[in-house]
């Protein structure tokens, strides 16, 4: 099994930064071959920001680079969410995910961290 678990989240005024953090932990933590950060606003669909591989090669979504800046701690098993300049509109719950392979692909997620922004 699989087990990851966010930090990090909170509230932050227009304009402010966070990072969060994800750590892969479990029996089969092993099988994930890249994580990655999801977020999700009140009746809106989940929607990704960024991966990055066992190998630290980043992947975002379009418009998500210019201020989300995701990276890895492979000695610690974590990946981070650095995000700048965040907007009313970044409010949402972001997920960590974790790709895995084991006889077939699996997706394994976090139970999410609330990020608001306002002032």
Not at 15 to 34: D, E, K, V
Not at 56 to 67: F, L, N
Request: aromatic fraction near 10%.
């Amino acid at each position: 099994q699989v087990q990851l678990v966010e930090s990090g989240g909170g509230l932050v005024q227009p304009g402010g930064s966070l990072r969060l953090s994800c750590t892969a932990s479990g029996s089969s933590a092993f099988t994930i071959y890249a994580m990655g950060w999801y977020r999700q606003a009140p009746g809106q669909q989940r929607e990704l920001i960024a991966r990055i591989t066992n190998g630290g090669v980043p992947e975002y979504a379009d418009s998500m680079a210019d201020r989300f800046t995701i990276s890895r701690d492979n000695d610690k098993n974590t990946i981070y969410l650095q995000m700048h300049n965040l907007k009313p509109e970044d409010t949402a719950v972001y997920y960590c995910n974790g790709m895995a392979f084991a006889g077939g692909p699996i997706d394994y997620w976090g139970q999410g961290t609330q990020v608001t922004v306002s002032s």
